[in-house]
């Protein structure tokens, strides 16, 4: 099961790619273009930091942090061994959006984001989202269907 989690990540990844190359081809040179009047636009934004531009001059620093995440993420994949198709889910996002990511910031040294919602300010992009959801369902997962929330200190008892 790790090995499809892992190839199914990296077609998030592959999809987030041409995605951009399709946005730094087409969307960059006229900015940005309404798609639904007041609600969505699609809008080129090179950030070059985290959520809303928040660090801006800390590249470095969110590659070795996607690195450390997508490394462990990994190795709980093939240790752990776990079954749940939430849990695979939740991996399958955050590590092909974090792989997303990543490859615009080593390449680029920004991420390219085109994706603006009229009730969301920042603008975001196709891996922002699949990490988001991913960790969601993670925190879902680790909540409510695993036994990390549940595990006791025996020499509490």
Not at 37 to 55: D, H, I, K, Q, W
Not at 142 to 151: A, G, R, V
């Amino acid at each position: 099961m790790p090995y499809i989690v892992l190839g199914l990540s990296c077609l998030v990844a592959l999809a987030d790619y041409i995605i951009k190359i399709f946005v730094i081809n087409n969307l960059k040179p006229i900015s940005s273009l309404v798609v639904i009047p007041g609600l969505f636009s699609l809008t080129y934004v090179e950030n070059r930091g985290a959520a809303f531009g928040m660090l801006s001059d800390a590249r470095w620093v969110f590659i070795l942090f996607t690195i450390v995440v997508i490394v462990l993420m990994v190795y709980f994949l093939f240790t752990k061994r776990i079954e749940s198709k939430l849990f695979n889910i939740s991996a399958i996002l955050i590590i092909g959006g974090g792989i997303g990511n990543l490859i615009d910031r080593i390449f680029y040294g920004y991420v390219v984001d085109y994706l603006s919602i009229s009730f969301f300010p920042p603008v975001c992009n196709f891996a922002d989202y699949c990490i988001t959801i991913g960790a969601g369902l993670m925190v879902i997962y680790l909540m409510f269907f695993s036994d990390f929330m549940s595990k006791k200190d025996n020499n509490n008892e």
